[in-house]
């Protein structure tokens, strides 16, 4: 895919959005898409390997969720993979700080040349389970936001992302089209870790019938030092 086009492809969608790109956005997003496509003949990074689906299921649905993100915030990216939405986020965000957090390091050696070669600014890379990392007092309750894209069910999800937020700050799990029976399963959990399910957005991605779910969890109060449990048991034994 010429750049031209893609430029056209990602205005349109990113419009649709209330989102204008600039020209050195755009850039950017090819030379990621591009990499990301090179490094996936090497290391798994995505099933995805269609272009235009790449700039809709991973580009613009990344970020669906910049309107809900205040400006100054820190964010974390939990279990980011590929870098999805933490580092779309980032290219069209400069005003917002962001972690992103992998237990792989050939997915944390992909990210750090991303960062390098796009030369993003305040954005940085972790390598670390989710499940340590939230035990560091350096981390832990210390982000604004924590955001995660398709990587569990939401009671697993909520014992990821709530020890890493403070008080006052929130949860924004990405999720796809059925969510009910995961948000009813998940009230104990959410609750118990010191969440509380603030909004849920129901939407379609620019153009197609393809459903999206956003889940804000707002941090009422601090987690139990005992959350979260030892590596693997929150995907295991979810709180129920």
């Not at 090179?38 to 991973?58: F, Q, R």
């Not at 030369?119 to 955001?147: C, G, M, P, Q, W």
């Not at 849920?200 to 804000?216: A, C, E, Q, S």
């Amino acid at each position: 895919m010429k750049l031209e086009e893609f430029k056209i492809k990602m205005d349109k969608y990113a419009i649709n959005l209330g989102i204008e790109l600039s020209e050195k956005q755009i850039d950017k997003f090819y030379e990621y898409m591009n990499l990301l496509l090179e490094w996936n003949e090497k290391i798994n990074l995505t099933a995805i390997v269609d272009k235009d689906e790449i700039i809709l299921k991973h580009f613009i649905d990344s970020i669906t969720i910049s309107k809900y993100i205040p400006s100054g915030t820190r964010i974390i990216d939990v279990g980011t993979g590929a870098g999805f939405p933490g580092i779309p986020l980032n290219i069209i965000r400069n005003d917002v700080d962001i972690v992103l957090l992998d237990s792989l390091q050939k997915r944390i050696n992909f990210l750090d040349t991303i960062i390098k070669e796009l030369n993003l600014k305040k954005i940085e890379t972790i390598h670390s389970r989710v499940e340590e990392l939230a035990k560091n007092k350096k981390y832990r309750e210390k982000f604004d936001i924590a955001t995660s894209r398709a990587v569990a069910n939401l009671s697993t999800l909520s014992e990821y992302m709530i020890p890493l937020v403070k008080v006052g700050g929130q949860a924004i799990c990405m999720k796809g089209a059925l969510i009910e029976e995961e948000l009813e399963d998940s009230k104990k959990a959410i609750s118990v870790l010191g969440g509380k399910v603030d909004k849920l957005y129901n939407f379609n991605l620019p153009n197609t019938d393809i459903k999206r779910n956003i889940v804000i969890i707002d941090k009422i109060s601090n987690t139990p030092i005992k959350y979260p449990r030892k590596p693997g048991t929150p995907s295991k034994e979810p709180i129920r």
